[in-house]
Structure formats: C-alpha cells, structure tokens
C-alpha cells in the first residue's frame, strides 16, 4: 500500500514547498528561514529518531557519508533555488532548470550506476521535459531579453542547485543504500546546515519577523515538508531506479500551478493543462514496469 501511495504523496508535500516558499519570502530572507528550518528538523528528526528507537551508524565514516549527501541534497539544491529566484529569476525560467534534473538524473544514474533506461521510458523523459516546456511557455516568453544579462548569476547559480540535489540523489543510491533512513535523513540536515547557517550568518540580516503566518509556514516545512516529503524522497530512492524517482518531479510545476492558482489567484492557461497532461503521460512512461519483470 506504501509504494502505491507513496509517489502521490510526495508529488503533493513536494510541490507545495513552492507556495511555502512564496509565503516565507514575505517574512524571511532565504538563507535566514532555510538555516532555521534545517536546524529545527535536525531537531524534530532526531526526537523521532530517539523516540523510535532508530540505529544510528555504527561507522562514522557512514555517518560522514550521510552528513555529506544532505550538503548537495538539501542544502546547496535550495539555497541556490531559493538565491536565484530572490535575485530576480522568473519562476517559471527557475521551473524549467530544475526540470532538467530528471533527465541529467537518468543520465548519471546509467553512467554511474548501470541502470538501464528502456525505449520506453526514455521517450517518458521525453515527453515530461516537453510538457514542462509547454506549461510555463507563457512566463518563458514574457521574459524581458534586454534583462537577461542582470540574470546571468543567478541563472547560473539556479543551475548549479539542479546540479547539486542531482548529484545528491545518485550519491544517496550508491552510499546510502544500507542503514535506518531516519538517522539518515536526521544526519542529512546537518550537511545542510553546515551550508545555510554560514551564508545566512554572513550574507543576511537575519530576519525574520516571528509572525502567525510566518510559523505556521515555518511549521509546514519542518514536518510537511523536511520530515514528510523528503522521508518519502529517500524511501522512493532506496525502493526504485533513481531516475524513476527523480521522474516524480515532473508532476510537480503543473501541481505547483494549480495550487498557485488557489493560494495566489494566478490563472491557469491552456498551455499548463495541456502541458500537465503530457507530463502525466511521461511519468506513467518512465515508471512503467518491463513486461516480464
């Protein structure tokens, strides 16, 4: 029942850290909220971890392993996000690159881990890039060009967060495989700390305004999303093909749409729910099962 629901349930916790962040933005600086909300579920995890009784790694050398997966995994992948987009970085140009990750996943995931994509799915792939493409074609084109070169950095920085939480993700598959997910993942936040809390310390005034809308945000991403989306995360990773889990994000900027449209007004066009239905179409591609196995 868990490896059914578990895909869906994560597409929706994941996609939702988009809306979060646009509430956040009004009442923190990036690296200021993402410090204390690595920090926090450092501390909620662990207190799970205690409560349940989890194995932490015997070996500190796995312990390392796991402290430096959440670096690129968490740490590195939304601070540059969230950087990028505070720097001026349409959001549906930011949409696109982190898009990307499912394919230069699958890519990475056969050269490094001998996974082997069918025709089948790699057509997925396909199609879930394009239905992306044709989701936020509007925004694209709204694009300023004469603006393009004061976006350079970020645009650049934005990349190397898809970049990062890639690599994160094949390394939680080759070193990461064995060991209780929960001290794992508790771990991880660490690694993700050791990268916010210095930037935030040395890059920002630390605000953050302490109000009703800003805790409850704060609140759903600790247990929504750092405890609930990323637990389902490195679940999905340790039960499957890496590239099929990074497939699941393609579901994520059309649902990130919808939501979009409810929380903040914004309209649905037709290009995102024709694109939305390609994308579907090419995640049930890239997951489908060989005929055999």
């Known amino acids: ?173 080759q070193h990461l495989q064995v060991g209780d997910i929960r001290t794992i993942a508790t771990l991880q936040y660490v690694g993700a700390l050791l990268v916010t809390a210095p930037l935030a310390l040395f890059t920002e005034r630390l605000h953050f305004d302490g109000s009703w809308p800003a805790i409850l945000t704060m609140l759903w991403s600790i247990f929504g999303l750092s405890m609930g989306a990323i637990g389902l995360l490195l679940y999905l990773i340790r039960r499957g093909q890496v590239s099929k889990a990074a497939s699941l994000i393609y579901l994520v900027p059309p649902l990130v749409a919808v939501e979009a449209a409810i929380a903040f007004g914004e309209p649905l066009t037709l290009p995102m729910i024709v694109g939305t239905v390609i994308v579907v179409i090419g995640v049930y591609f890239t997951n489908r099962r060989p005929i055999g196995r």
């Open 1 to 173: 029942m868990l490896d059914r629901l578990a895909p869906a349930v994560f597409v929706f916790l994941w996609s939702t850290g988009w809306i979060a962040a646009g509430y956040a933005a009004i009442h923190s600086e990036p690296f200021t909220f993402l410090a204390w909300r690595y920090g926090l579920s450092f501390l909620a995890f662990a207190a799970l971890c205690i409560v349940a009784g989890a194995r932490w790694p015997r070996d500190w050398r796995q312990a390392l392993k796991a402290v430096y997966s959440g670096i690129f995994l968490h740490g590195l992948y939304l601070a540059g996000l969230w950087w990028a987009v505070a720097r001026g970085v349409p959001a549906g140009l930011s949409g696109i690159i982190a898009a990307l990750q499912p394919l230069l996943t699958a890519v990475a995931a056969a050269s490094l881990l001998g996974e082997r994509l069918s025709r089948l799915q790699k057509l997925g792939l396909a199609l879930g890039f394009l239905g992306i493409a044709i989701a936020i074609s509007p925004k694209l084109m709204a694009i300023d060009p004469g603006n393009l070169g004061q976006t350079a950095v970020p645009l650049v920085v934005n990349l190397l967060g898809m970049v990062s939480v890639t690599y994160g993700t094949v390394y939680q598959k």
